[in-house]
């Protein structure tokens, strides 16, 4: 499982205790409750796309996302924003 380091200045920690019980915890939260809204655009696309297409929508979550990079369904951030600086946008 992936493990994300973030590194604050001690104001910036301060500044999080004073406004979360736990600045860790809320870091945490906000980063799986971005996540999950990602996941839930990308199954919303894959499985619009499989009924379009015919196609059986994978069972899970976990297999609608990898479908849909494994057949460009979806791309990441990074990579559309390599796009995007190439076409000059």
């Not at 999950?36 to 499989?50: G, P, R």
């Not at 015919?54 to 796009?83: G, H």
Request: glycine share 4%; with cysteine.
């Amino acid at each position: 499982m992936p493990n994300i380091t973030i590194t604050i200045t001690d104001v910036e920690q301060k500044g999080l205790e004073y406004a979360a019980h736990t600045p860790a915890d809320w870091a945490s939260g906000v980063i799986k409750h971005r996540a999950k809204v990602a996941v839930d655009e990308i199954v919303d696309i894959t499985v619009k796309h499989c009924l379009d297409n015919d196609i059986q929508v994978p069972s899970t979550r976990e297999a609608i996302v990898d479908y849909a990079f494994d057949n460009d369904l979806v791309i990441t951030a990074k990579q559309r924003q390599d796009i995007a600086d190439k076409e000059g946008v």
